[in-house]
Structures are given as structure tokens and as C-alpha cells.
């Protein structure tokens, strides 16, 4: 037996086991008498342990309580013996332990997993991961900003380049790193094509710079442009910084200006059929000196003949004078285009002199002792000695020439002599001032010897077409003439943009002269316009206020009742101010909306002012608009002015209303 136990020891020889501390190389020898042993115990036959040496160390250990690692963590967590014995060995310094958690914060994190938190880089779709580690001491849950693999990569294929600066004549670069390229490349943007931006002594000028106001270049505005940073820096970068600033229009004088367009005006003089342009500078100072037409100016051709004339000495025609009057080149050539062969006669300045200081007087009749009337003409032909001072009135006159007086003439032909006077107040506006242009003097010929005379006033209707053959005055005279096969004649004495109150100032000249039968006026597009590129954004301005407006209509209806046999008021086409893109752009809403209401305004209170004067109406804008708006468009040249047709249609409805109406006189 004994012998058999000896040959089972022999499956446990005695064996050098090394040292279970890690970073310990020493051994420790077991008999096979103590595996054996260990085995009958139930426990491993060579168990790990330490070395004499470590264990020795061991025992001189104690456990220490170290901070939890985690930030904002109070708590502990132990450092045992035996790791500060690795650690040691690991020939780390026990005065520096390493970083651990509590237990707690050990089971927090065998919760927390890893994640995939999206690359910092714009543009990119990949991910890189966060660890369980880092996201616990993050505390707050917040991944930092990293990139992805793929764009690390790629970023260390990348090198840092200086860019030339983006301000013309700047020299200098910024620097445009690897990060930025890796952004602008991962966007879709070639790296060949860099963006553009300031050098740092462009940047640091421009953060030096501030907006500023400029006075607009225009003389006559008093608004401003804004002189940016931006453009100061070019500006500088191109010209130096001593350059003075360069010379912009405001906002709304630059609007004015790229919407207008040169036009072509006629010549201010009658007769001539040329133009001139008014060219969109000129248009621009016009308008900001609240002139909304365009001047009375002579076409290249007319100026120049005026220069080519001289002032001529014309005699003066006061019998008895021998002074004269300079015949101004000015009027020589207005002459000339009319077709006059000789000035029309005129008094020279001395004789103007002595009717302006001379004041008519009376005299007593030798005869009887009535009174005589010496009118200053008279004064002024006595004193130059053609005229007799008179010595007996006009009944002692008559009975001492009743037997010489001779048998009276036949009668003479049907004439009326149209005297048009040369002064007035229509001299006051710069509107009125040049006669209309439809009133030429073949017109004036014609209403001389017509048995029908008729006056149109009024503005842009009343004008109706450039070519005096397409407005429907004188289709109006072409209908009545074959109705009634009598001769008529039709003044158009329309003005575009004429309002009421400019229309009251050139009744004397062009209406009263003509002794009309029939005035046909209308002013309400005029009084009713309203500039849509005024305004606060609730009101317009319009060309004059309405309270004076209805004040001038009251007084003109009054005075045209005292002018003519008859006075017919109509209302003109119907407008559409939402169809103004071609004039003024895109044309405001309010704007439209506001225009609609002043004419609608405009429209009641003529209403108002024919029922009070019982002047008669006659109500076109109904016809217009019998069919509808639809229809009513097809006889619109724009949103306010008729064409042709429609010009013709207002021709045939006044020659029905004014035949059938019985509005003409018995002639």
C-alpha cells in the first residue's frame, strides 16, 4: 500500500509557479505533497499566489479611498492593497493612483452603451463613436465636436493655402485653412474655385467702417444715398483713402430714372411738325421740381433758324407815329411757320408808355354841355396830331351829319372775325401757357366761316389722339358736317393734364374768342390724377387738393353757362388703374385703389355741380361700360386714354346726343 501511495505522488512533482501579481517575474515552488493535498481538499492542485517578496509588500499596504473620477461625483471608490501592489510594480509612484469610479458610478456605466454621434464637418453624412467612458465623464450628455474617420482621412490629404484678398486692387491674402477647404469640398464646391473674402487688413479696415450718408448727386433733390462699408473699402482698395466719394443718386431719384424713358416731344412752336428729346435726365430734375409735363421747348431744326434771324425795326402802327417796335427773332419765326408773310401790327414802347400813364377823361360837348368820353388811344393820337379833340358828343354828332351821312352798304357776307388775344392769365401756368396743340390756325379759318361752331375743353380725353385726325373732335365735325350738311366746326382745345382750375384761366382765349353755340368739357382725369410715386403709402399726391378742386368747378360752370348758348358736361371713358405696368412699373395696390376712388370722387361731385347749374350731361362712361369691363378695354390705348374706336364711339354718341337732344341752335 505504502507503495502505491509513493507511485501516486509521483503525478505531482514539485513545481515553480510564477507570481500571480502581473509585472512580478519572481516564482514560488509547491511540493507535489501539497498539490496532492489541495486536491483532497477540493481546492485547485497548484493554486495562484503570491511570491515571499510581494507578499511581504502586500501585507505592508493598506486599502485607500480614492475620489470618484466622474466630475461633480462626491463620492469614493477603494483602492485595494493588492492593485496599489501592481501598480507599484508597474513602476508607477503610489503617490499618483490612478483614475477609478464608485460603484455606482460603475453600474451607470455597464448601462450606458456606446453611440454614434454625427461628424462635426458640415456637409457630412458620417458618424465616429462615443464611448461609454466619455460619455459618463461628460456629465452633461453633450458629445464633443468631432470628425468622422473619413474625413480625418481626407483632411490630412489637405494643406493650408493663402487666397487672394476678394477687394479689387488689394494685394493681400487670408489664409484658408484645411478645415475650411474640407467644408467648402464636402458642400459640392470644387477647391479650385476658393470663396471669396477679405485679408485681415481689408477685414480689420472694414470693422473700423460704418455706413454713412451721402447727399444724392441730383442738384435739385435734397435726399440721400448709403454709403456702405462695403463700397468705402473698394472704394479705398481702388482709389486710395484720400479719394473723394463717388456721386450716386437716392433710391427714389435711381427708381425714376431706370423706369423713364427719353421721349419724343413736339415742337413748341405751331406749325412744326418736328421733336425734340426729353431725355430721362431732364425728365428726372422736372420731376423734382414737381413738373409733371414736359417743357415748352424748339426742336433742333427750329432753333436753328431762330439763331440765323435778327431783330427787325417794324414801324409802329399808331397812325401818326414814326418810331418802331423790334420785330424779336422769336416771333419771326413763329410767324414763318404759320405761314404770315408780315408781322402783325404793334405799338412801340413809347406809345405803350403814354397809354400807361394816361388815364381816359371827359370832356363837355360845346353844344349841349354831356359829356364826352377821351379815351387815352385818343389822347395819344391827338398828341400826335391825327386825331382832332373832340367838341361835341355823339347826339350832336348825328344831327349835324344826318344829311351828309351816305346810303348804307349792302350786306355782308356770313364772317365772324376770331380775335385770339396775345396776354392773359393763361401766361401764369406753364401748362396753358402755349396754345393747344390741336387749335392751329386753319381751325381758327374755319370756325370764322362755319355756320356751326363748337368747343371742346378739357385734358387728356378731350385732346384724344396726337394726330388731330384721329381725335373724335374732329370726327365729331366730319359726323355733324354730313348730318346736317351745314359747315361745323369743332375747336379741340384740349390740353393733357389740364385740370379745372388751369381750364378757368384760358377761357379767354380759348373759348369766349369762338363765340361757340355748343362747349363740350371735361376735366375729371386731370382733377382726379394721382402720382403713384408719391405718398406715404395711404395718400397720394395729386395735382391740386379736392376742396379747391370742387371750388373750381362750381366757378368754372358758372362762367362756361355765361360763355355759350349751351354747355354739355360728359363723362369720359372708364379707367383701370391696375393696368398701369406699362407706365409706372408695377403700379402700388393702394395706388390703384386710390385712384379708382378720386376719380369716382371727381365724377360725383361734376354730378353735383351740373344739377346745381342745370347744365346738361351726357353720360359715356355708361356706355363704355354697358358690356362690361371686358369689353369695354378693347377701346382703351392704356389704363386711361381711349384708342381709335373708342375715339370713334364718343364722336357718334355726341352726334346722336346733340341732334337728337336738340342741343344744337337753329342755324
Given at each position: 500500500m505504502a507503495k502505491a501511495f509513493g507511485s501516486l505522488g509521483d503525478f505531482f512533482p514539485d513545481t515553480d509557479i510564477r507570481c500571480r501579481v502581473r509585472g512580478c517575474g519572481n516564482v514560488w515552488q509547491i511540493s507535489g505533497e501539497d498539490a496532492l493535498r489541495n486536491m483532497v481538499r477540493g481546492r485547485a492542485a497548484r493554486p495562484e499566489r503570491m511570491c515571499d517578496e510581494c507578499y511581504a509588500k502586500f501585507l505592508a499596504l493598506e486599502d485607500r479611498e480614492l475620489p470618484c473620477t466622474k466630475p461633480g461625483c462626491e463620492r469614493t471608490w477603494t483602492w485595494n492593497r493588492f492593485q496599489q501592489l501592481e501598480h507599484q510594480?508597474?513602476?508607477r509612484s503610489l503617490d499618483k493612483p490612478p483614475r477609478g469610479f464608485c460603484k455606482e458610478c460603475r453600474d451607470e456605466l455597464n448601462r450606458v452603451g456606446d453611440t454614434e454621434v454625427p461628424c462635426r464637418m458640415k456637409g457630412c453624412q458620417g458618424t465616429w463613436t462615443w464611448f461609454r467612458r466619455e460619455r459618463l465623464m461628460s456629465g452633461d450628455e453633450k458629445p464633443p465636436r468631432r470628425l468622422c474617420r473619413d474625413c480625418f482621412q481626407a483632411l490630412k490629404a489637405i494643406e493650408d493655402r493663402d487666397i487672394p484678398c476678394r477687394m479689387k486692387g488689394c494685394q493681400g491674402t487670408w489664409h484658408w485653412n484645411r478645415f475650411q477647404q474640407?467644408?467648402?469640398?464636402?458642400?459640392?464646391?470644387?477647391?479650385?474655385?476658393?470663396?471669396?473674402?477679405?485679408?485681415?487688413?481689408?477685414?480689420?479696415?472694414?470693422?473700423?467702417?460704418?455706413?454713412?450718408?451721402?447727399?444724392?448727386?441730383?442738384?435739385?433733390?435734397?435726399?440721400?444715398?448709403?454709403?456702405?462699408?462695403?463700397?468705402?473699402?473698394?472704394?479705398?482698395?481702388?482709389?486710395?483713402?484720400?479719394?473723394?466719394?463717388?456721386?450716386?443718386m437716392c433710391q427714389e431719384c435711381y427708381l425714376?430714372?431706370?423706369?423713364?424713358?427719353?421721349?419724343?416731344?413736339?415742337?413748341?412752336?405751331?406749325?412744326?411738325?418736328?421733336?425734340?428729346?426729353?431725355?430721362?435726365s431732364a425728365q428726372l430734375h422736372a420731376w423734382l421740381r414737381n413738373s409733371e409735363r414736359a417743357p415748352a421747348r424748339m426742336c433742333e431744326e427750329c432753333t436753328k433758324k431762330l439763331e440765323a434771324l435778327a431783330p427787325v425795326e417794324v414801324a409802329c402802327v399808331v397812325p401818326g407815329c414814326v418810331r418802331t417796335w423790334a420785330y424779336e427773332p422769336a416771333e419771326q419765326l413763329?410767324?414763318?411757320?404759320?405761314?404770315?408773310?408780315?408781322?402783325?401790327?404793334?405799338?412801340?414802347?413809347?406809345?405803350?408808355?403814354?397809354?400807361?400813364?394816361?388815364?381816359?377823361?371827359?370832356?363837355?360837348?360845346?353844344?349841349?354841355?354831356?359829356?364826352?368820353?377821351?379815351?387815352?388811344?385818343?389822347?395819344?393820337?391827338?398828341?400826335?396830331?391825327?386825331?382832332?379833340?373832340?367838341?361835341?358828343?355823339?347826339?350832336?354828332?348825328?344831327?349835324?351829319?344826318?344829311?351828309?351821312?351816305?346810303?348804307?352798304?349792302?350786306?355782308?357776307?356770313?364772317?365772324?372775325?376770331?380775335?385770339?388775344?396775345?396776354?392773359?392769365?393763361?401766361?401764369e401756368d406753364e401748362l396753358t401757357r402755349p396754345w393747344p396743340r390741336h387749335l392751329t390756325p386753319a381751325?381758327?379759318?374755319?370756325?370764322?366761316?362755319?355756320?356751326?361752331?363748337?368747343?371742346?375743353?378739357?385734358?387728356?380725353?378731350?385732346?384724344?389722339?396726337?394726330?388731330?385726325?384721329?381725335?373724335?373732335?374732329?370726327?365729331?365735325?366730319?359726323?355733324?358736317?354730313?348730318?346736317?350738311?351745314?359747315?361745323?366746326?369743332?375747336?379741340?382745345?384740349?390740353?393733357?393734364?389740364?385740370?379745372?382750375?388751369?381750364?378757368?384761366?384760358?377761357?379767354?382765349?380759348?373759348?369766349?374768342?369762338?363765340q361757340p353755340h355748343v362747349v363740350l368739357f371735361s376735366f375729371v382725369l386731370a382733377d382726379a390724377w394721382l402720382d403713384p410715386h408719391t405718398g406715404n403709402g395711404e395718400s397720394f399726391r395729386s395735382r391740386r387738393p379736392e376742396e379747391k378742386t370742387a371750388a373750381d368747378m362750381d366757378r368754372f360752370w358758372?362762367?362756361?353757362?355765361?360763355?355759350?348758348?349751351?354747355?354739355?358736361?360728359?363723362?369720359?371713358?372708364?379707367?383701370?388703374?391696375?393696368?398701369?405696368?406699362?407706365?409706372?412699373?408695377?403700379?402700388?395696390?393702394?395706388?390703384?385703389?386710390?385712384?379708382?376712388?378720386?376719380?369716382?370722387?371727381?365724377?360725383?361731385?361734376?354730378?353735383?355741380?351740373?344739377?346745381?347749374?342745370?347744365?346738361e350731361m351726357a353720360d359715356f362712361q355708361l356706355r363704355f361700360s354697358v358690356n362690361g369691363s371686358h369689353s369695354a378695354q378693347k377701346w382703351m390705348r392704356d389704363w386711361c386714354h381711349?384708342?381709335?374706336?373708342?375715339?370713334?364711339?364718343?364722336?357718334?354718341?355726341?352726334?346722336?346726343?346733340?341732334?337728337?337732344?336738340?342741343?344744337?341752335?337753329?342755324?
Amino acid at each position: 500500500m505504502a507503495k502505491a501511495f509513493g507511485s501516486l505522488g509521483d503525478f505531482f512533482p514539485d513545481t515553480d509557479i510564477r507570481c500571480r501579481v502581473r509585472g512580478c517575474g519572481n516564482v514560488w515552488q509547491i511540493s507535489g505533497e501539497d498539490a496532492l493535498r489541495n486536491m483532497v481538499r477540493g481546492r485547485a492542485a497548484r493554486p495562484e499566489r503570491m511570491c515571499d517578496e510581494c507578499y511581504a509588500k502586500f501585507l505592508a499596504l493598506e486599502d485607500r479611498e480614492l475620489p470618484c473620477t466622474k466630475p461633480g461625483c462626491e463620492r469614493t471608490w477603494t483602492w485595494n492593497r493588492f492593485q496599489q501592489l501592481e501598480h507599484q510594480l508597474a513602476g508607477r509612484s503610489l503617490d499618483k493612483p490612478p483614475r477609478g469610479f464608485c460603484k455606482e458610478c460603475r453600474d451607470e456605466l455597464n448601462r450606458v452603451g456606446d453611440t454614434e454621434v454625427p461628424c462635426r464637418m458640415k456637409g457630412c453624412q458620417g458618424t465616429w463613436t462615443w464611448f461609454r467612458r466619455e460619455r459618463l465623464m461628460s456629465g452633461d450628455e453633450k458629445p464633443p465636436r468631432r470628425l468622422c474617420r473619413d474625413c480625418f482621412q481626407a483632411l490630412k490629404a489637405i494643406e493650408d493655402r493663402d487666397i487672394p484678398c476678394r477687394m479689387k486692387g488689394c494685394q493681400g491674402t487670408w489664409h484658408w485653412n484645411r478645415f475650411q477647404q474640407l467644408e467648402h469640398q464636402l458642400a459640392g464646391k470644387p477647391l479650385d474655385k476658393p470663396p471669396k473674402r477679405m485679408c485681415t487688413a481689408c477685414y480689420e479696415k472694414f470693422h473700423d467702417l460704418q455706413d454713412r450718408e451721402e447727399p444724392c448727386r441730383v442738384k435739385e433733390c435734397t435726399r440721400t444715398w448709403t454709403y456702405r462699408a462695403y463700397d468705402q473699402l473698394e472704394h479705398i482698395c481702388e482709389h486710395g483713402p484720400d479719394a473723394p466719394p463717388p456721386e450716386r443718386m437716392c433710391q427714389e431719384c435711381y427708381l425714376f430714372y431706370s423706369q423713364a424713358q427719353d421721349q419724343e416731344v413736339r415742337c413748341r412752336n405751331r406749325g412744326c411738325e418736328n421733336t425734340w428729346t426729353y431725355t430721362r435726365s431732364a425728365q428726372l430734375h422736372a420731376w423734382l421740381r414737381n413738373s409733371e409735363r414736359a417743357p415748352a421747348r424748339m426742336c433742333e431744326e427750329c432753333t436753328k433758324k431762330l439763331e440765323a434771324l435778327a431783330p427787325v425795326e417794324v414801324a409802329c402802327v399808331v397812325p401818326g407815329c414814326v418810331r418802331t417796335w423790334a420785330y424779336e427773332p422769336a416771333e419771326q419765326l413763329r410767324d414763318q411757320l404759320q405761314g404770315r408773310i408780315a408781322p402783325a401790327a404793334r405799338r412801340c414802347k413809347d406809345c405803350d408808355g403814354f397809354l400807361a400813364t394816361h388815364e381816359a377823361t371827359t370832356l363837355p360837348c360845346v353844344s349841349c354841355g354831356a359829356v364826352i368820353a377821351w379815351s387815352a388811344y385818343e389822347q395819344l393820337l391827338h398828341a400826335l396830331g391825327t386825331f382832332a379833340k373832340p367838341t361835341h358828343c355823339t347826339d350832336c354828332n348825328k344831327q349835324i351829319l344826318t344829311l351828309q351821312r351816305p346810303a348804307p352798304p349792302e350786306a355782308p357776307e356770313h364772317h365772324l372775325v376770331i380775335r385770339i388775344p396775345s396776354a392773359g392769365r393763361w401766361h401764369e401756368d406753364e401748362l396753358t401757357r402755349p396754345w393747344p396743340r390741336h387749335l392751329t390756325p386753319a381751325t381758327v379759318a374755319k370756325a370764322e366761316r362755319a355756320d356751326l361752331r363748337i368747343v371742346a375743353i378739357g385734358d387728356d380725353l378731350t385732346f384724344s389722339a396726337e394726330e388731330r385726325g384721329e381725335a373724335w373732335p374732329a370726327l365729331l365735325e366730319e359726323r355733324l358736317e354730313q348730318r346736317l350738311g351745314k359747315s361745323v366746326a369743332v375747336v379741340n382745345a384740349g390740353i393733357p393734364g389740364c385740370t379745372t382750375h388751369q381750364g378757368l384761366l384760358r377761357l379767354a382765349r380759348d373759348v369766349k374768342p369762338f363765340q361757340p353755340h355748343v362747349v363740350l368739357f371735361s376735366f375729371v382725369l386731370a382733377d382726379a390724377w394721382l402720382d403713384p410715386h408719391t405718398g406715404n403709402g395711404e395718400s397720394f399726391r395729386s395735382r391740386r387738393p379736392e376742396e379747391k378742386t370742387a371750388a373750381d368747378m362750381d366757378r368754372f360752370w358758372r362762367e362756361i353757362k355765361a360763355l355759350a348758348g349751351t354747355a354739355i358736361y360728359w363723362t369720359p371713358n372708364p379707367i383701370f388703374p391696375e393696368n398701369a405696368g406699362d407706365e409706372f412699373g408695377n403700379p402700388p395696390p393702394r395706388w390703384v385703389r386710390a385712384q379708382t376712388e378720386a376719380m369716382d370722387r371727381m365724377l360725383l361731385q361734376a354730378r353735383h355741380c351740373c344739377i346745381e347749374h342745370d347744365v346738361e350731361m351726357a353720360d359715356f362712361q355708361l356706355r363704355f361700360s354697358v358690356n362690361g369691363s371686358h369689353s369695354a378695354q378693347k377701346w382703351m390705348r392704356d389704363w386711361c386714354h381711349h384708342n381709335l374706336a373708342g375715339a370713334a364711339n364718343i364722336a357718334a354718341w355726341f352726334s346722336d346726343f346733340l341732334v337728337t337732344g336738340k342741343c344744337l341752335p337753329d342755324i
